[in-house]
């Protein structure tokens, strides 16, 4: 077998791992992008950096210092404008022919948050393909009568390394996200790269999957000897898997060293917590009773049966929903914000004295909708409009008088008050959704600009300004694009956005996933202060445990399509991290 052959001779060299061998040598790196409107932007600067031949080298830095790029470089997908590159045998300069960039892809792996391109059959089918494409170039040809024996062994040593010979015989497709993510290393292993490039591992993932990715990586480095080069924005997974730990700021590397003290470095200027004054509990705003649903994924049977949710949330809370990815948290919140229904029981919002039930299509519904503000995870700033026109947008369809002279349009249209309520229900769902279902019904998005038009760009101002001062945005930031915001202005213009029109319930769907713990704070804090100066009730959902004690007034963990705790965040927290056996967390807090 060639993996036992791969191993032996990794062995030999890891004897030597810190004896000077080294792997990958940056000289002098420079990369300059052009922006559209003529500007220039220094993505790197002057970079130098050695990694040593079996070292798991961790990239830490705010979002835009750099770290993304340097991957891609490394990789040999990104041109450079001067400086050289030296990675086992091989070295790219910036006017090097494509042959050399070629053998640098050769050389590398690259492990990217969200990709998930797998072949609909067993894992163990997954793997074979590959090890048979890097023999005879095209996985899609791959004869299994004659693939099975030549690499069945091989593909199954594979499966082992990131932990999952156990799943060899199940359909790619039903696998949990932590599972797929690791069947795409086995696959990439079986190019026998000399170097792993992993951009932001298991971000968006929740602490039990984030743990078995961290440890399949950890497993690949130990047992393979694979150079490693992660980037990623917390500190926690740097703690757990890095050697050595470098700093970027501004595409500078500004510090390198061992981890705990290059993330106290990084951790140096963030913002201290606003001091946080729960009001007293207010009336109940929402309440959920005996809530129902089944999901059923084709060829994989049942994979999520939610059954028999109560819950009451009152005005002024802050409550986080967590637990483990596939529970049920984003299903919930969907059918909480109407926009999904469920097969069984009720969502109800208070509209002044009057109960709605948020799955009963009509003007009343619209009336709670307009109320509410939605952040998904795909929510994001359009790239070439100004904030002001954005916000605009915006209050076209969450401004006090929408519903009324929506209502009158649609009449005037001969459109129906439940047809008028299922369009306004798009305007909360993510951009493609909205589009999908659009498209489903036989209608263009200029239907929603007719019934729901933009306000005056004058109006702009008078709705924005509470909002800027409270997430402490200065109100020039209306006239500039999202590319001339830095990530700290360009996240809080985002929540500027939502909260333009003053919602009384903000839902959040895992929005600040991929936030620095720097920027994560300026979030918090700018919730705290959204909630205490106009006391909008927040629903979320985070896999973000420090974020999550740091801000909510109450959480609820769901598993299984179920709600198994409802009480106090830091005790609930302590007890996720528990059940996730989350050693990567416990680590930092010890």
Request: aromatic share 6%.
């Amino acid at each position: 077998m060639w993996i036992i052959q791969w191993q032996s001779a990794v062995h030999g060299h890891c004897q030597r791992r810190w004896a000077g061998d080294t792997m990958i040598r940056v000289e002098n790196l420079t990369k300059t992008y052009k922006l559209e409107n003529g500007d220039e932007f220094r993505a790197l600067s002057d970079v130098n950096l050695e990694v040593a031949e079996g070292e798991i080298l961790g990239i830490l830095g705010m979002s835009g210092s750099g770290k993304t790029t340097l991957l891609r470089i490394l990789r040999g997908v990104e041109p450079f404008d001067s400086g050289r590159i030296t990675l086992d045998d091989v070295t790219v300069e910036a006017d090097s022919s494509q042959y050399y960039f070629s053998k640098l892809k050769k050389k590398t792996a690259i492990h990217l948050q969200r990709s998930f391109g797998l072949w609909a059959e067993t894992a163990l089918e997954n793997v074979i393909r590959k090890l048979y494409a890097t023999r005879y170039g095209d996985e899609s040809m791959t004869d299994f009568d004659y693939a099975s024996d030549e690499f069945g062994e091989d593909a199954m040593e594979l499966l082992r390394v990131v932990g999952l010979e156990h799943k060899a015989d199940h359909f790619a497709p039903v696998l949990s996200g932590g599972e797929k993510q690791r069947l795409i290393m086995a696959r990439q292993l079986a190019k026998k790269p000399r170097v792993l490039l992993l951009d932001e591992p298991a971000t968006m993932s929740c602490p039990r999957t984030k743990q078995e990715i961290l440890d399949a990586i950890k497993n690949i480095n130990r047992e393979l000897g694979v150079t490693v080069v992660l980037v990623s924005h917390l500190p926690e997974v740097h703690e757990y898997l890095a050697d050595r730990v470098v700093l970027m700021d501004g595409g500078r590397i500004v510090d390198e060293g061992e981890p705990s003290s290059i993330i106290g470095r990084f951790l140096e200027d963030i913002e201290p917590p606003v001091e946080y004054t729960p009001g007293a509990r207010g009336k109940e705003i929402l309440r959920v009773r005996g809530l129902g649903k089944r999901f059923v994924l084709l060829k994989g049977g049942a994979v999520l049966e939610m059954s028999d949710v109560n819950l009451d949330i009152a005005e002024g809370e802050m409550v986080s929903i967590i637990g483990p990815s596939g529970a049920g948290k984003t299903v919930l919140l969907r059918m909480i914000g109407g926009l999904d229904l469920p097969d069984e029981g009720t969502v109800e919002f208070r509209l002044n004295s009057e109960w709605v039930n948020m799955h009963e299509p009509g003007v009343k519904r619209m009336g709670i909708r307009r109320k509410m503000g939605f952040m998904h995870q795909e929510f994001a700033l359009v790239h070439h409009a100004t904030i002001r026109s954005q916000i605009a947008s915006r209050l076209g369809v969450k401004g006090e008088h929408v519903v009324a002279e929506a209502k009158k349009r649609a009449d005037e249209l001969g459109i129906s008050d439940m047809v008028l309520d299922v369009l306004y229900q798009l305007t909360d769902l993510p951009e493609t959704e909205a589009r999908y279902r659009l498209e489903k019904l036989g209608l263009s998005p200029e239907i929603l600009e007719e019934l729901f038009p933009s306000f005056p760009d004058s109006e702009v101002k008078r709705y924005a300004e509470p909002i800027f001062r409270a997430l402490d945005l200065p109100l020039s930031i209306l006239d500039r694009r999202s590319y001339e915001l830095s990530g700290g202005e360009r996240v809080r213009a985002t929540l500027a956005l939502v909260l333009a029109s003053r919602p009384d319930v903000l839902i959040l769907d895992e929005p600040f996933g991929d936030l620095d713990p720097i920027t994560l704070r300026m979030v918090s804090n700018s919730l705290k202060r959204i909630n205490m100066e106009f006391g909008t009730t927040i629903i979320m959902v985070s896999h973000h445990v420090d974020f999550i004690r740091e801000l909510s007034t109450r959480a609820v963990m769901v598993e299984d399509g179920r709600i198994v705790m409802d009480g106090e965040p830091g005790e609930l927290c302590d007890e996720f991290v528990e059940r996730s056996h989350a050693r990567y967390l416990q680590r930092v807090k010890g």
